[in-house]
């Protein structure tokens, strides 16, 4: 028996040396095509194709998210990949989202990994469940890709801003929900500039992506105009939680202020970025020095790096003094979902004197 077993194995690794390339992946494709048909009980072939040359992937203020345009049983649809909308939103396709999407599935109620977390359940509408949150599977070559029609993205972002608005969030859900924004800020940008380049009829003679690139610009500006490297909300809110009288940005701010944008900002950017920092701006004799320590983060990364971790702090501020919060539980809530960091990592940094 095991003779006659080696037998077998010997003709099928000869058979298959014999075969082409092409032949070989054809016969991969068939089994894969067969074991995801058995999976999803269905004929893959059935599948809507995406249209030749068109997909790509978008670029909404730095979130890449692969996108199509398919030829299905209703016509042309535009669509996006769950795993690149999950990973816009998220940041990550965690365990505890799949946990709860199998979760949901098993309960014959399916939702995208984005759109999984309990907290956004009571915002999710009946309209919002028999259009977009439809799921579309279709293929790309020999791919079977998990999509959704592309009018879900702004959707799923304002149900994460209502569900914020209601304070439904968890702590460690405010930065996904701040994503939604950004991604919401992106959409709204570029739809009024498609919509004027349309009607002009500029959109025949506007250069591939342009649109991705007057987005990139738009988005840094908007950060940048909000943050003012520190906006004064930021400092007001520090006032409000500990519980003093704000004198307005004009007076001098208490001296330990500097030791909370210490602990809060620079030591939870990222890591070794304060040790850097202090190095380049040394203190003098007199405890100064001769520049802050923001002004020799990069424009392309340390800036926005910046801008991003101060929208998330003003965001747990905001909550903080909601909730009727102090000071010492406003800094826990930063603890549990910005903690300092302790490794090392470089940072290309600016020379401020040389500008």
């Known amino acids: 028996m095991k003779d006659n077993e080696s037998n077998k194995a010997k003709g099928g690794h000869a058979r298959a040396e014999s075969l082409s390339s092409e032949k070989k992946s054809e016969i991969a494709s068939n089994a894969a095509k067969a074991r995801w048909a058995a999976k999803r009980g269905r004929d893959v072939e059935g599948l809507p194709r995406v249209l030749e040359g068109f997909s790509g992937t978008l670029d909404l203020a730095g979130a890449k998210i692969p996108c199509a345009v398919i030829e299905g049983p209703n016509g042309v649809q535009r669509v996006l990949t769950e795993n690149g909308i999950t990973l816009a939103l998220l940041g990550s396709r965690s365990g505890a989202s799949k946990r709860?999407?199998?979760?949901?599935?098993?309960?014959?109620?399916p939702l995208p990994l984005f759109l999984a977390p309990r907290q956004l359940h009571p915002f999710i509408t009946k309209d919002l469940e028999d259009g977009p949150l439809k799921p579309v599977d279709y293929l790309d070559g020999d791919k079977v890709i998990r999509g959704y029609d592309a009018a879900i993205l702004p959707a799923a972002c304002n149900l994460w801003l209502e569900a914020r608005a209601a304070g439904a969030l968890q702590i460690q859900q405010l930065p996904k929900?701040?994503?939604?924004?950004?991604?919401?800020?992106?959409?709204?940008?570029?739809?009024?500039?498609?919509?004027?380049?349309?009607t002009t009829g500029y959109e025949k003679v506007r250069p591939q992506n342009a649109l991705q690139e007057y987005l990139r610009h738009v988005i840094r500006e908007q950060l940048a105009a909000w943050v003012k490297k520190f906006p004064d909300e930021f400092f007001e809110n520090i006032y409000k939680l500990r519980g003093w009288a704000w004198p307005g940005m004009k007076t001098n701010r208490y001296s330990i202020v500097g030791k909370y944008i210490r602990d809060l900002v620079y030591e939870r950017l990222a890591p070794g970025v304060l040790e850097e920092l202090e190095k380049k701006s040394p203190k003098d004799g007199r405890g100064q020095r001769q520049n802050k320590?923001?002004?020799w983060?990069?424009?392309d990364i340390g800036?926005?790096?910046l801008a991003q971790h101060l929208y998330?702090?003003?965001?747990?501020?905001?909550?903080?003094?909601?909730?009727?919060?102090g000071?010492?539980?406003?800094?826990?809530?930063?603890?549990?979902?910005?903690?300092?960091?302790?490794?090392?990592l470089e940072l290309p940094l600016n020379d401020p004197s040389s500008t």
């Open 177 to 198: 929900a701040q994503n939604a924004e950004l991604l919401a800020r992106a959409l709204a940008e570029t739809g009024i500039v498609a919509l004027v380049d349309e």
């Open 293 to 295: 320590l923001h002004q």
């Open 100 to 109: 709860l999407k199998k979760s949901l599935e098993e309960q014959g109620a």
């Open 312 to 325: 998330t702090l003003v965001m747990f501020q905001r909550l903080a003094i909601k909730n009727g919060y």
């Open 303 to 305: 800036d926005p790096m």
């Open 327 to 344: 000071w010492a539980r406003f800094v826990q809530m930063v603890d549990q979902v910005l903690p300092k960091k302790g490794a090392t």
């Open 297 to 299: 983060l990069t424009e």
